[in-house]
T-cell receptor
């Protein structure tokens, strides 16, 4: 099925460990995004990539890094995980930053940092 | 204070009944107002997209309305089904110099019971 694929679906980390969340889309979209969703809060933008080769900070970028590996793939890295990063992470894509054609979200990665 | 407020926070209705979910926003100017459905453990899926100049948009049993004067939107669900049980999220596109920025509400959790 066409769409946005995220791996892994679940992950438990110890404080200070590092990990990379993977995201790939097969819709030939130019723009990709990483969001986090916390209880009682709306989704918040961590980083985004307007097009291949560019990345920019969103609303809550501290503690994260990203890589736009190619047009299909956009990864999110936690260098030194903290309990405050316990959250559900969603990757999304769109044809352009204007959101024309809509946004497609992955199924999410549930991350727990202990 | 969140720029996109949704009410009620949660709602339980009987199968076959109708319901209306509310969204009040303070962001301005905006380009689009979107409604998403998020099933448990899944990513948000688009239901409707309205530009700032549209008043209503339907998608099957889902009808969204927009009153730009009062900055209110509603999502009406007709003849509810058990599969409508999900979180419904209101999202406003804010115009920025770098493209659209999505501002998410915290969602209304709907449960449809027999």
């Amino acid at each position: 099925n066409a769409g946005v694929t995220q791996t892994p679906k679940f992950q438990v980390l110890k404080t200070g460990q590092s990990m990379t969340l993977q995201c790939a889309q097969d819709m030939n979209h130019n723009s990709m995004y990483w969001y986090r969703q916390d209880p009682g809060m709306g989704l918040r933008l961590i980083y985004y990539s307007a097009s291949e080769g560019t990345t920019d900070k969103g609303e809550v970028p501290n503690g994260y890094n990203v890589s736009r590996l190619n047009k299909r793939e956009f990864s999110l890295r936690l260098e030194s995980a903290a309990p405050s990063q316990t959250s559900v992470y969603f990757c999304a894509s769109s044809e352009a930053l204007t959101g024309s054609g809509g946004y497609t979200f992955g199924s999410g990665t549930r991350l727990t940092v202990v | 204070k969140n720029q996109v407020e949704q009410s009620p926070q949660s709602l339980i209705i009987l199968e076959g009944k109708n319901c209306t979910l509310q969204c009040n926003y303070t962001v301005s100017p905006f380009s689009n107002l979107r409604w998403y459905k998020q099933d448990t453990g899944r990513g948000p899926v688009s239901l409707t997209i309205m530009t700032f100049s549209e008043n209503t948009k339907s998608n099957g049993r889902y009808t969204a309305t927009l009153d730009a004067d009062t900055k209110q939107s509603s999502l009406h669900i007709t003849a509810s089904q058990l599969s409508d049980s999900a979180s419904y999220i209101c999202v406003v596109d804010i115009l920025t110099g770098g493209g659209n920025k999505l501002t998410f509400g915290t969602g209304t959790q709907l449960k449809v019971e027999l």
